[in-house]
């Protein structure tokens, strides 16, 4: 890829905070090497881990590579029969682990998540878990091996534990002889080239025959090592040069294990720096809201809401832009600190981005191409070293571009010849624009020159674009405008900042009359654009509360069909109970009569009528259960009460009907509800108001309301926001305390304060023992220091 594009489009910065969120250095070098590639394949590749990566880190977390290290220069050493070091060995166990953890991390319900582009290398993975273990066991520091590395060395360790313990033995025995006490310098054991000695004073050699190991630097002092622990000491050497050797011996046997598994570890190694590598562009997309691009070959490039990674995303504001479609040039013009260069930076950098695998600061659905090279004219290449002048850097920067430029590149050319002659310089960015054109390349150029959007509304295959200014303001809104021309603002900027009003007038008059009007056109169409914007805002508005009150309306139809259809089937159980029921009562009857008249001398008129009056009452009973038993009406309403034509509402059944016939003597009369008809007594149904009635009750609660309100600004206009209650006792101060509630309540006060000061605090005690009991009051609590602490509580209402 083109190495000046990459540092003018600042694409070093991107792979600077890649490289933050690798964990490991092999992986921040993976980072350091990325560069966009130009195989559609690969691209969609690395697009793919990526986004499988940052699903992972989403639904898992992050996984965690620190600690893993290059152990090439360690695997090349046991191939010559080396041993590892106990530091080596422990970069081998930490690998290891990182292995380990990897693996577990990886692990999931394949049948639920289904496989992604990561499980191939996850589960190439070897874990090596008794290696490890082993390695955990005997190492458990750089410089510290377990005693359970082995049984020999255990045992080795036991003889020094017990020969240390028999020299100072030896040693405290002569230093604590009350014998010896003159004849040492100092009541201790030191130790002197590894040996265990006493610190004697020299006139007194010659009663601790021994070693002389050191002396003070006044040679008052000799460091005695007596002949009674030498042999002693000399078992410590022997024992720790065994140490020693036990140590090498554990540390060759671990490096055997190593060697065995040495593919399997440079082979994990490599893995799993890659999968530190893939992780970090996940974590890097996560930190922005990145996407996934959509790759294509035919030169198209769609971004939806995108923003320049490099800016703050809380302040950048988002373009929408669409090149390679309708038209393959798009000319963006603007006022200076516009975002005319942002917006080009930004379609350069996710263009490298993307091809580099990594994923985009858009919506998604973003679409981008693949180019085999992205060529950038942007910023002042004025060059000292080189006498040129800007205009001469930017143009031999575009005579490499057009040389180099293919159909399948994109060029980027920032204020297109500009810093000469603006005649010429409009004339030939024209001339330059209509070769790339021509030859199909890809190209997004910026302007100030009013040639060019003349030349872009009259060429196919160009765009306009611009980027939004605010005169009232005076300042851009970074808003990037498909398909509209920048109009020039000079004019208006300069009114605006005070500039005399006949030298614009003056100016004015000097400007071709064409162009006057092609800057009358823009206007236009800059205030058309705002209207129809302000209108399909509304219109969106609109749209989203007809959508939330259909979906409310649906919902309260399934509601009342769902009570309807319960209703009815609760109706209908009921009635074939009590129909049942009535049955079975009929049935007896009529098995009663019939056996009375096969044997009429049991025939008893006392028993029948009895019986008869037993089988009245039953049936009543069934009479009453086969009315529904709904939430009984108030039952306010007499016969007069009700008209045809009123609206009602039937208790019983919870529905609202119409009154179709007045009521008979008894009080029933027909209401229809919707497709039923039923007789129904007035004593189950309410009157429904009419909507004049409840206008007119409207009214009337507005005009309470109002003189509620005047009541409340009266009392407001008067009541004091605090109540002196010193000096009174429980009751007298509660007394006038609910009085005053009451009337700050009403002046709509939000809180007073009621000062009872601070005494025994039975006053204060009182207060808030009644205050917790008044309805209104929202809560209260003790004033601040210097606002009357103790002495004052605040009472704030509902």
């Known amino acids: 890829m083109n190495e000046k594009a990459l540092r003018i489009l600042e694409y070093h910065k991107i792979i600077e905070q890649l490289m933050s ?16 590639s130009t195989n559609l394949m690969e691209i969609e590749t690395a697009q793919e881990q990526t ?166 630097s006044t040679g008052s002092t000799l460091f005695i090592e007596p002949m009674s622990v030498v042999q002693l000491n000399n078992t410590l050497k022997e024992l720790e040069i065994q140490e020693q050797a036990e140590i090498e011996r554990v540390l060759a046997a671990l490096s055997e294990q190593v060697s065995f598994e040495s593919e399997n570890l440079q082979y994990n190694v490599e893995i799993l720096a890659k999968l ?73 950098l996710f263009s490298l981005m993307g091809q580099a695998g990594l994923h985009i600061p858009a919506f998604q659905g973003s679409r981008l191409t693949v180019f085999d090279q992205i060529f950038a004219d942007i910023g002042d290449e004025q060059s000292i070293e080189q006498n040129l002048s800007t205009f001469s850097s930017h143009m031999t920067n575009i005579v490499s571009i057009l040389d180099q430029a293919t159909e399948h590149s994109l060029v980027l050319l920032d204020e297109l010849c500009g810093g000469t002659d603006p005649i010429e310089g409009a004339a030939l960015a024209i001339s330059i624009l209509t070769n790339l054109l021509g030859r199909g390349i890809c190209t997004m150029a910026t302007t100030h020159y009013s040639e060019l959007k003349m030349f872009a509304l009259s060429t196919p295959g160009i765009e306009n674009a611009c980027c939004e200014f605010d005169v009232e303001t005076l300042s851009p809104t970074y808003r990037l405008l498909v398909g509209i021309p920048g109009k020039s603002n000079a004019f208006a900027i300069s009114k605006k900042l005070g500039l005399n009003p006949m ?34 805002e509304e219109i969106y508005h609109y749209k989203k509360e007809i959508e939330a009150l259909k979906k409310s309306l649906e919902k309260k139809q399934d509601d009342i069909k769902e009570k309807r259809a319960k209703l009815l089937q609760d109706a209908r159980e009921e009635a074939h109970n009590i129909l049942s029921e009535a049955k079975e009562v009929a049935d007896e009857a009529i098995k009663k009569y019939n056996s009375w008249g096969k044997h009429p001398e049991q025939k008893n008129t006392k028993r029948m009528e009895a019986k008869r009056s037993d089988l009245r009452g039953r049936m009543n009973k069934l009479e009453k259960d086969l009315a529904y038993k709904g939430k009984k009406s108030k039952g306010k309403h007499s016969k007069e009460d009700f008209h045809i034509g009123d609206s009602v509402f039937v ?14 003597a008894k009080g029933d009369l027909y209401v229809q509800m919707g497709m039923m008809r039923s007789l129904v007594n007035i004593k189950d149904l309410e009157i429904v108001k009419s909507a004049q009635e409840i206008l007119k009750e409207e009214q009337r609660a507005n005009t309470r309301s109002k003189n509620k309100g005047r009541t409340s600004m009266n009392k407001a206009a008067t009541i004091s926001p605090e109540i002196n209650l010193l000096g009174m006792t429980v009751d007298e101060a509660t007394a006038q305390l609910d009085k005053y509630l009451d009337d700050a309540y009403l002046a709509n006060l939000p809180q007073v304060r009621v000062i009872h000061g601070k005494g025994t605090g039975a006053l204060r005690k009182g207060i808030h023992q009644y205050l917790r009991k008044v309805k209104y009051v929202k809560e209260f609590h003790l004033a601040e220091f210097g606002e009357g602490d103790m002495g004052v509580t605040i009472v704030s209402f509902k």
């Open 503 to 536: 030298i614009i007038e003056q100016a004015n008059a000097q400007i071709d009359d064409s162009v006057q009007d092609f800057e009358s056109l823009l206007a236009d169409l800059e205030k058309s654009r705002k209207i129809i914007e302000e209108e399909q």
């Open 276 to 348: 530190d590598f893939i992780f970090a562009k996940a974590k890097y997309a996560k930190s922005y809201d990145g996407s996934e691009p959509k790759f294509n070959t035919e030169g198209i490039i769609e971004i939806k809401q995108g923003r320049h990674p490099l800016l703050d995303k809380k302040k950048v504001v988002p373009i929408n832009l669409t090149l390679g479609e309708d038209f393959h040039m798009l000319i963006v013009t603007g006022p200076n600190t516009g975002g005319k260069t942002v917006s080009l930076k930004t379609v350069g």
């Open 651 to 664: 208790s019983s059944l919870n529905l609202n009907g119409e009154v179709v016939t007045l009521p008979n």
């Open 21 to 36: 969120h690798a964990s490991s250095e092999m992986g921040k070098e993976l980072c350091k090497k990325l560069l966009p």
């Open 51 to 216: 986004k499988d990566a940052l699903a992972r880190v989403y639904q898992y977390g992050s996984l965690s590579f620190a600690g893993l290290i290059n152990i090439t220069p360690s695997l090349m050493r046991l191939d010559v029969q080396a041993s590892l070091s106990a530091r080596e060995l422990l970069d081998i166990a930490r690998i290891l682990e990182i292995t380990n953890n990897a693996k577990q991390y990886s692990s999931r319900d394949y049948e639920a998540d289904g496989y992604d582009s990561l499980d191939g290398m996850f589960n190439e993975l070897v874990a090596m878990t008794p290696l490890l273990l082993d390695i955990r066991r005997c190492i458990l520091a750089e410089d510290e091996i377990s005693d359970d590395a082995s049984s020999a060395l255990k045992q080795i360790r036991r003889n020094i534990k017990q020969t240390n313990q028999k020299v100072h033995s030896q040693l405290a025995s002569i230093v604590n002889s009350s014998s010896n006490k003159s004849m040492l310098q100092d009541s201790l054991i030191t130790m002197r080239n590894g040996r265990y000695c006493i610190p004697v004073k020299a006139e007194y050699r010659s009663s601790f025959p021994g070693m002389i190991h050191d002396q003070s």
